[in-house]
């Protein structure tokens, strides 16, 4: 076994301050390097348009919604001005495909609001009408939801960016939905707090898409999901009637607390249009470790291992798999730091003590290599190396594109079995590029990925439903974090009781009764 731990030793101490500084921040990537920015440039490529919507799945059948007329375009350009009414073609493509590229509507018409007034004017108008509308933040949802199946109006919230409001004393920060997450994320750091949320996309999503989807990201082991940091919610109903539920305090029970329903009801409920968040103080002491491990068991063993010793200074715990790796260093041309095994782990702490937190890291590090868990690794709390380490965890999103088509499932599994898929897979689709999984150990939800050259039918039926029926044997979740949107209503039964998606109907035809908020995606 190979020891070469690049442990503390030349690594320099973070003391202060220091995710503002001009050399970087730990989280990557920035606006700059930004996956989202990566993949539209791919897309203005010759032949890059992904078969329409309603080509590639024509069993789903367009509503009988309003067609959009010279009348209502009138009335959108009355009120927002004819700045912010997007009817070209051409600037309206982008709003039509999704991230994936997996997806693409043929909306003719986007909308771009500044305030909940003008949301609330042009959803009662809608509602009215019968024009059906998709709400779109930063586009960059993973399930097909952000963009419309058909030529439903894109509602997109990017001009709403004001901060409101930060209470230094509480924490609690209040803006509009549209604030970009990495925005928001700088402004808390600059005021020694941080945003309970981080993911790969935060260069270009919104703080609305986030709560909209309930994004996990990689820190929720330790800060939580969204139901708890929010805590609070401004949302326009389908018929355009503001519903306030933006009380910034953490305790406060009058009655239901709705604004559970506009966190990761996916646009289906309402708009959110502002929201209040509690953010966590910035952790003054941070380190990562990158291990390389040669099984399965090994991997359980060392996570019941960080849980014990790393304790409440644990901040994430994911798994990488060598074939997940391989698509980041062989396609985008990042280094691993250590050689190739099976399997990688990405353990953070943060806290608020250097030497606590080192001394708690070398100890958990030192029982895991005498116990022959951990074959090689390196762990470090420079800001330029932590930053090395994690683009290689949330670059591979983005390598994978690079195989061509992906299938992409994000399941919560038991513990025990949250491999246990992969292997399964290889063995039912041969002609794969690749079969990989890694994610959320800490939190058992892994994203499993099949990649194929193109998009192939076939290889779609030997993967779904046996997928789903997996799951649900092991009583998973079919949707862990990025929900349901368009490619998974068929499925939520695996997940959800009958009893349940009764009730989730019932809340639908209440709360927008002709339909026209994002129709075709999360209800069966
Ligand atoms: P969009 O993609 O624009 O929309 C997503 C859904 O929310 C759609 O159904 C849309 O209609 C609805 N919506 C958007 N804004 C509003 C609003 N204001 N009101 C009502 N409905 C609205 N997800 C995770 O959970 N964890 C991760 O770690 C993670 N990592 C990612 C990494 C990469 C590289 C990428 C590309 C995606 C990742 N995602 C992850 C998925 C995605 O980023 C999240 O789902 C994110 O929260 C979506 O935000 P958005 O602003 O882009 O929303
Ligand atoms: C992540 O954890 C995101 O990196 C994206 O949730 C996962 O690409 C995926 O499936
Ligand atoms: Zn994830």
């Known amino acids: 076994m190979r020891r070469h731990m690049l442990v503390g030793g030349a690594a320099r101490r973070l003391i202060g301050p220091f995710l503002g500084s001009p050399e970087g921040r730990p989280f990557p990537p ?40 010279e009348k209502h375009l009138g009335y959108f350009k009355n009120l927002l001005g004819e700045n912010r009414v997007i009817t070209d073609k051409d600037e309206c493509q982008g709003f039509n495909i999704d991230w994936l590229k997996s997806v693409r509507g043929y909306s003719q018409c986007i909308l771009k ?48 960016n004001d901060i409101i409001s930060l209470d230094e004393n509480s924490g609690v920060l209040v803006c509009q939905s549209g604030c970009i997450l990495e925005n928001l994320e700088n402004f808390a750091d600059e005021r020694d707090l941080m ?3 981080d993911l790969g996309a935060k260069g270009s999503c919104h703080i609305g898409g986030n709560i909209s989807t309930n994004a996990g990201g990689l820190r929720l082991l330790r800060y939580g999901n969204l139901h708890g940091s929010v805590l609070g919610v401004e949302a326009v109903k389908a018929d355009g009637e503001v519903i306030d539920c933006t009380s910034a305090l953490k305790k406060d029970n009058t009655g239901y607390h709705l604004k559970h329903l506009f966190i990761g009801s996916e646009g289906t409920l309402g708009v959110v249009t502002k929201v209040a968040i509690q953010c966590p103080p910035k952790p003054r002491a941070l380190n990562v470790a990158f291990l390389g491990l040669e099984s399965f068991d090994d991997v359980l063993a060392c996570l019941r291992q960080a849980k014990r010793q790393l304790g409440e200074i644990l901040s994430s715990c994911e798994l990488i798999d060598n074939p997940s790796l391989d698509a980041v260093t062989s396609h985008l041309n990042l280094k691993s730091p250590i050689s190739v095994y099976p399997f990688y782990m990405l353990i953070e702490t943060h806290g608020s003590s250097c030497d606590h937190d080192e001394e708690k890291m070398h100890g958990f590090l030192e029982s895991c290599m005498s116990d022959g868990l951990v074959r090689d690794g390196t762990t470090t709390n420079e800001i330029g190396k932590m930053k090395a380490i994690w683009e290689l965890r949330e670059s591979i999103t983005e390598g994978l594109l690079h195989d061509g088509y992906v299938f992409k ?70 949707s862990a974090e990025h929900g349901v949107g368009f490619r998974k209503p068929k499925y939520i039964h695996y997940s959800k009781s009958p009893g349940a998606i009764n009730l989730m109907k019932q809340l639908k035809v209440m709360m927008d009764p002709k339909g026209i908020l994002n129709p075709y995606k999360v209800i069966p």
């Open 30 to 69: 920035n606006n700059n390097n930004n996956p989202f920015e990566r993949s539209l440039r791919q897309l203005s490529g010759a032949g890059a348009l992904p078969q329409l919507t309603k080509d590639r799945y024509p069993q789903v059948k367009r509503r009988d919604f309003a067609e959009l007329n």
């Open 113 to 160: 609001p500044k305030t909940t007034q003008e949301v609330s004017e042009i959803l009662k108008f809608c509602n009215d009408n019968r024009i059906a509308v998709c709400p779109q933040g930063g586009n960059t949802g993973l399930v097909g939801g952000s963009v419309p199946v058909f030529d439903e109006v894109v509602l997109w919230t990017g001009l709403m």
């Open 195 to 197: 945003i309970p949320l």
């Open 409 to 478: 499932y994000d399941i919560s599994l038991p513990t025990r079995e949250f491999y246990s898929l992969v292997p399964v897979m290889r063995e039912r689709v041969k002609d794969a590029v690749r079969v990989c999984g890694y994610g959320h150990l800490g939190d058992g939800n892994i994203h499993l990925q099949v990649t194929l050259k193109e998009f192939n039918e076939e290889v779609l039926r030997i993967i779904e439903p046996f997928i789903y029926e997996y799951t649900a044997k092991l009583r998973g979740s079919v």
